[in-house]
């Protein structure tokens, strides 16, 4: 090869000269050919490269590291943080390398929704009343609706009996409409922080709008209002947390785009959300509060066509047929819908005491938890309109005990004992003793 020829002194560095037939260059159109200059009386041969480019196979080809990707990686950060312990040194870490950056300050479940809920879990085939339907249905139209010049009601309060299904109807409702709510239930809304339940509400109302803002339907469940809001009776304790729970409900309803966190004062606007509440009755609870601007009220009362239509779902699958359905729910007019449930229930009472004296009251628990012989399960018993009658009449005579015998009102007003008249006498008895001594 030639001699190389070294770069006079005082250039920014002095290097080798390199001939072209020892050089190879991938140049463009637009590359141009080697241009000849003097350099402090030295002819030098400068080089021009043409810019390098990657071209990728195809579109769909992916780098080593796409997993680390924003929007690709679904690693749990927390986890890779304690996967570092023992390679940071002690001097870093604190408590001889124990407090330091390698521990996780929050675990995998922490990081999901506690309080979202599914319905995957109900199958198809249940009544939903169409009245129930339609007015929910168009409460949470209207809060995703921009009407002009109109104040929408933020709440829907559906209110009535007990046992009458209105959580359900609610859960079949949401179904129907392709909603995950975030739910809440009575027991949250007292703690014995104060302010903590008020701060939950808050903070459940925008991981609700947090969903909503990623383009899906929301809607904030709040079940049995009033038992955890509401006052019962003068003899109820109001407490700070009642009234914060009230005023946080009345806020969020006047300024459903601006709920802010506690100690957090930025203005900052987030999608609305419609909360829907249940609950028994809804005058114990703080009356502007429930005024009609804030809360758009349903009262829910079952129909003889509602009635019938929920008992067919609950026996759908006992081939009962609508005329034995109609029968049983003429029969006990004055029931609520989750008492055909629980006379359902009853059905079974005596295929478990045969399963029971089958399999020995002492080889019950094995039998029951983690058995290697899988779960039990049962012949479907027949169901007949006089079974049924007949279940059903029990299930009344004992609703007519607790309404007739009421022990804590002979208790409390003075002392009870056993005799001809006291409590202890058995059944029916007290009725033979009367007449003997008549006699």
Request: glycine residues 10%.
């Given at each position: 090869p030639p001699p190389q020829q070294q770069a006079p002194p005082g250039t920014a560095q002095s290097r080798p000269f390199i001939t072209s037939h020892r050089m190879q260059v991938l140049s463009n159109k637009n590359a141009t050919a080697g241009v000849s200059r003097k350099v402090a009386g030295t002819r030098v041969r400068a080089v021009n490269r043409a810019p390098l480019h990657v071209v990728a196979a195809s579109k769909n080809q992916t780098g080593r590291w796409k997993a680390m990707d924003a929007g690709q990686d679904t690693s749990d950060d927390q986890m890779d943080i304690a996967r570092g312990r023992g390679m940071v040194e002690d001097l870093f870490q604190g408590g001889q390398g124990q407090d330091g950056t390698a521990n996780p300050i929050m675990t995998s479940s922490e990081y999901l929704s506690q309080a979202r809920t599914t319905f995957n879990n109900i199958e198809d085939g249940f009544y939903i009343s169409p009245a129930f339907l339609?007015?929910?249905?168009?409460?949470?139209?209207?809060?995703?609706?921009?009407?002009?010049?109109?104040?929408?009601?933020?709440?829907?309060?559906?209110?009535?009996?007990?046992?009458?299904?209105?959580?359900?109807?609610?859960?079949?409702?949401?179904?129907?409409?392709?909603?995950?709510?975030?739910?809440?239930?009575?027991?949250?809304?007292?703690?014995?922080?104060?302010?903590?339940?008020?701060?939950?509400?808050?903070?459940?109302?925008?991981?609700?709008?947090?969903?909503?803002?990623?383009?899906?339907?929301?809607?904030?469940?709040?079940?049995?209002?009033?038992?955890?809001?509401?006052?019962?009776?003068?003899?109820?304790?109001?407490?700070?947390?009642?009234?914060?729970?009230?005023?946080?409900?009345?806020?969020?309803?006047?300024?459903?785009?601006?709920?802010?966190?506690?100690?957090?004062?930025?203005?900052?606007?987030?999608?609305?959300?419609?909360?829907?509440?249940?609950?028994?009755?809804?005058s114990t609870l703080y009356a502007p509060l429930i005024r009609d601007g804030r809360m758009d009220k349903y009262y829910w009362n079952p129909t003889r066509e509602d009635r019938v239509g929920v008992?067919?779902?609950?026996?759908?699958?006992?081939?009962?047929?609508?005329?034995?359905?109609?029968?049983?729910?003429?029969?006990?007019?004055?029931q609520s819908i989750d008492f055909f449930g629980a006379l359902r229930a009853r059905v079974y009472d005596e295929q478990v005491r045969l399963f029971i004296t089958s399999t020995g009251i002492e080889n019950l628990s094995k039998r029951l938890v983690n058995s290697k012989e899988g779960k039990v399960t049962f012949v479907k018993p027949v169901m007949t309109v006089d079974v049924l009658m007949k279940f059903g009449r029990g299930l009344t005579a004992e609703q007519e005990n607790v309404k007739r015998v009421q022990l804590a009102e002979e208790y409390m007003s003075g002392a009870s004992l056993a005799g001809e008249t006291g409590s202890s006498m058995p059944l029916g008895e007290g009725a033979k003793?009367?007449?003997s001594l008549i006699k």
């Open positions: 339609d007015k929910m249905t168009i409460h949470i139209a209207k809060n995703f609706m921009d009407l002009p010049k109109i104040k929408v009601p933020l709440i829907l309060g559906i209110w009535g009996g007990k046992g009458q299904g209105k959580t359900f109807q609610c859960s079949l409702a949401y179904k129907k409409l392709g909603i995950a709510p975030i739910v809440m239930s009575a027991g949250e809304l007292e703690s014995g922080n104060a302010g903590e339940p008020a701060k939950l509400i808050r903070q459940r109302y925008r991981e609700a709008s947090d969903l909503v803002r990623k383009g899906r339907m929301c809607s904030l469940f709040i079940n049995d209002l009033d038992a955890g809001a509401g006052r019962m009776g003068g003899s109820t304790q109001y407490t700070v947390n009642n009234q914060m729970v009230n005023a946080t409900l009345m806020n969020i309803a006047d300024n459903p785009t601006n709920v802010q966190l506690p100690g957090v004062y930025k203005l900052e606007e987030i999608p609305r959300v419609p909360i829907v509440c249940t609950g028994n009755d809804f008992c067919m779902g609950i026996f759908q699958e006992d081939q009962c047929s609508r005329a034995d359905v109609e029968a049983l729910v003429d029969m006990f007019p004055g003793k009367k007449v």
